[in-house]
């Protein structure tokens, strides 16, 4: 595996939507319809039925069955549907409406809801394309080729430094992975923040409070992975939050607590910790630099999926996502840009 429009006739529209009030055929033949009554009545409203159903379904029968923009009969023409990663859904959106500046015919809808979600989404065939912040499992990729008759194709479009952060009154400046393995790991034996040495008057019950991501997470999965190996799982008892921000914004309203999250993240109140392969090491801080050279521990690629060759639109965004323009949005952004592919 690689990693490296539609129109719809307004009537359709209608007929999808289930637009009350008369077709105009029906209010036609209602006006011409004699005002008598009895059985001259029942007969002209039935014909009336008749021709309005008519008219309808030959409206319905002839609009194109692939969905428009709602709303908007002169916007674009082309959807891409791009779901997955919470990590990614600023970076999805921001390359979305820079790319649309571009592309106006083209329409690249976002949404969050995790890694395994748009996996999901991508092996049952509603997604276009998913955003993912971290690699396809076998069983994934299994599924997605079972499904649709091709391997998913996959592309790393940007990398992410993860970092862990702190209230911005902890004293703890760096961890090793070690450390934050017997943190966040089960069975870990560090549960107090003076075992490791760090101080805070904020937190006067000196407890560490593990905030984490819900298990549908790509950030979750690699964190785990990277932190705790394959055989380890995460400990009972921690925080979980459904996306990236919420956990930042949780640990700046919470002085004795720890999480981690995309580097783009980071807000007032919080700060990333320098991070250690081994105890005893100097610690590095997340950066674009230390993604890039590999010095950061933690540091991830983002991943766009798409079920095998990609449609000629969603690769035409993909080329786009990768050229320097799309690359510049993600720089912006603080994600780190994608290294270049080696042949």
Not at 15 to 43: D, E, I, K, L, N
Not at 61 to 81: L, T
Not at 169 to 196: C, F, K, M, P, V
Not at 231 to 250: F, H, N, P, Y
Request: hydrophobic share 40%; proline share 7%.
């Amino acid at each position: 595996m690689k990693h490296a429009r539609t129109s719809s006739h307004p009537t359709a529209q209608a007929c999808a939507a289930g637009t009350p009030g008369p077709h105009p055929t029906a209010q036609a033949c209602a006006a011409g319809t004699p005002g008598s009554a009895g059985t001259g009545v029942r007969v002209g409203l039935l014909l009336c039925a008749l021709c309005a159903l008519a008219a309808a379904s030959a409206a319905c029968s002839n609009a194109d069955s692939s969905p428009a923009v709602p709303g908007n009969s002169n916007g674009p023409s082309v959807v891409i549907r791009l779901t997955g990663s919470d990590t990614m859904v600023n970076l999805d959106q921001a390359w979305a409406e820079n790319y649309a500046k571009v592309k106006p015919d083209v329409s690249v809808q976002v949404a969050g809801g995790g890694s395994g979600v748009g996996i999901a989404g991508l092996i049952d065939g509603i997604l276009d394309i998913a955003a993912s912040s971290r690699a396809m499992e076998p069983e994934e990729i299994a599924r997605a080729t079972k499904s649709s008759g091709v391997a998913p194709r996959g592309f790393v479009v940007g990398l992410d430094a993860l970092a862990v952060f702190v209230h911005e009154r902890n004293s703890l400046q760096a961890l090793s992975i070690e450390e934050l393995a017997e943190i966040y790991g089960e069975d870990g034996h560090t549960t107090d923040w003076s075992q490791i040495g760090a101080s805070n008057p904020a937190c006067p019950s000196d407890d560490i409070i593990r905030v984490s991501r819900q298990n549908n997470s790509g950030t979750y999965v690699y964190f785990r992975e990277a932190v705790l190996g394959q055989k380890r799982e995460l400990a009972l008892g921690s925080i979980d939050q459904s996306g990236s921000k919420d956990v930042v914004a949780l640990v700046s309203r919470t002085p004795c607590a720890i999480g981690y999250s995309g580097m783009a993240y980071g807000i007032p109140g919080v700060r990333a910790l320098k991070i250690s392969k081994k105890k005893g090491e100097p610690g590095v801080a997340p950066s674009v630099e230390t993604s890039l050279d590999g010095t950061y521990p933690i540091a991830r690629p983002l991943y766009l999926y798409t079920r095998g060759t990609p449609t000629p639109p969603a690769q035409a965004f993909l080329d786009w996502v990768l050229s320097e323009a799309g690359q510049q949005v993600l720089r912006d952004i603080g994600f780190v840009p994608a290294p270049p592919i080696t042949k």
